[in-house]
């Protein structure tokens, strides 16, 4: 039991070794990096937009979502009798839902030059 513990762990944390280099600093670097560029560039580079609106100064935002909703496994402890075969005291695995949530707004001009962008959500992270 303790070994399947230990492969839990290990795997946990390899899990969070590989993601420790996406980051929201790298994700606002790389937006920052956008403005002033052709919208049109930037569409060939991470897709069409989900959505798109016109502000009430004209100007067009393009809108990206993206989410993801998985379950990672957890230790659970608890506290009783064994039954049948006797003894007190209980341990077991779970699931943890996770959901990653990003919501990605580029504005441009009436030109289709990027001026601004923001975000929204627990995920919004780049390499």
């Excluded at 560039?41 to 100007?59: C, E, H, M």
């Excluded at 504005?107 to 627990?122: D, F, L, M, P």
Aim: charged share 15%; with cysteine.
């Amino acid at each position: 039991m303790m070994k399947k513990i230990l492969k839990l762990t290990l795997i946990a944390t390899s899990f969070m070794l590989m993601q420790g280099c996406a980051t929201h600093q790298n994700f606002v670097k790389k937006y920052d990096a956008w403005r002033g560029q052709n919208i049109a560039y930037l569409i060939g580079q991470i897709g069409y937009p989900d959505s798109t609106f016109v502000l009430p100064n004209k100007n067009k935002v393009y809108v990206y979502e993206r989410s993801r909703i998985y379950s990672v496994p957890s230790p659970v402890f608890g506290y009783g009798y064994g039954g049948y075969y006797g003894g007190y005291g209980a341990f077991g695995y779970g699931n943890d839902i996770v959901q990653e949530t990003c919501k990605l707004f580029i504005e441009t001009n009436k030109k289709g030059i990027i001026v601004n962008w923001g975000s929204r959500g627990n995920s919004c992270v780049s390499n």
